[in-house]
């Protein structure tokens, strides 16, 4: 029972830090956006997954 008290507390705190606005260049030189600053508010008529990381 208590589990079902966290998840319900944390279900909306997650809806609320999933909205944080960002702006970051686009370093990817295939991309078309090469070079601009692009976040959420770029994509905002498309659902997006924004992933973080780089590989070597």
């Given amino acids: 029972m208590k589990i079902i008290k966290y998840l319900l507390l ?6 609320v830090v999933s909205q944080y606005n960002y702006s970051l260049e686009d370093l990817n030189s295939s991309s078309e956006t090469y070079g601009s600053n692009v976040g959420p508010e770029y ?3 498309h659902v997006t997954l924004h ?3 780089h590989f070597t």
């Fill in 51 to 53: 992933y973080f990381g």
């Fill in 10 to 15: 944390a279900l909306p705190l997650t809806v």
């Fill in 43 to 45: 994509f905002s008529d």
